[in-house]
């Protein structure tokens, strides 16, 4: 999965090339961030677990990032949107996780999909962000939601590697007759983990992760 949300493993494959194609949008969005002095909102995917978003807006420089574990302080990024325009950077990027939580924004009818999951992307994150921000700051601000783009395309070296390898463990754990487990990296180790280990609860963003890529972006 591109979320990255699978537990005993370091990464799944697809979040590597998921999360490459969302840093080439934010690199183009900050060409036009920075010719319109505008500032813009990019809405990632990873569903309930924010480590597309963290990874994404660390690579690109983000001035805010939003994470469905951690909840949103509108004001903290006002504030740090404000203080950097005071010191004279004319544009912007956030990068807003598709799960963030807005109790603005969320209702009972979330539509549901097919295995039951919410539909994040029918709730607008990234818009709600940017009115907020061109309402509060009297800046420009547009946003931008990736969608399904991040999920296709040519997979990175490292998820040609990882997915490799874990292949090769899928067979040998066959091989072996040792079922109901799922191969991992752990380290640079693969390694087969029972699968209810694995997927019975997402592993989502701690918040020492947080602190970090707060202590680059909030200056
Ligand atoms: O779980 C992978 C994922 O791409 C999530 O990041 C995203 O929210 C969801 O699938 C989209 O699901 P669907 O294709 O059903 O809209």
Known sequence: TMDNDLNHTDYTFGFDTAAGVALD????????????RR?????????HAGWVALHVGIAAGAD????????????????????????????????ASEGTELPALDTDDVQLDAFGHASLSKRAVGEYLATEIEQSLGVETRSVTLGHVQRGGTPSLFDRVLGSRVGIKAADLVKEGDWG??????GTEVVGVDLELAA????????????????????
């Open 64 to 95: 805010w990032i939003t994470l469905p574990e951690i909840p949103l302080d509108t004001q903290a990024m006002l504030s740090a949107l404000r203080r950097k325009r005071e010191r004279g950077k004319t544009w912007g990027l956030v990068v």
């Open 200 to 219: 019975g609860t997402l592993k989502t963003v701690p918040v020492k992760f947080w602190e970090e890529a707060v202590s680059l972006i909030n200056k």
């Open 39 to 47: 500032i813009l909102v990019l809405e990632v995917m990873g569903r």
């Open 25 to 36: 949008a934010a690199d183009r969005l900050l060409d036009t961030a920075r010719s319109h």
């Open 181 to 186: 487990k799922m191969a991992a990296i752990q």
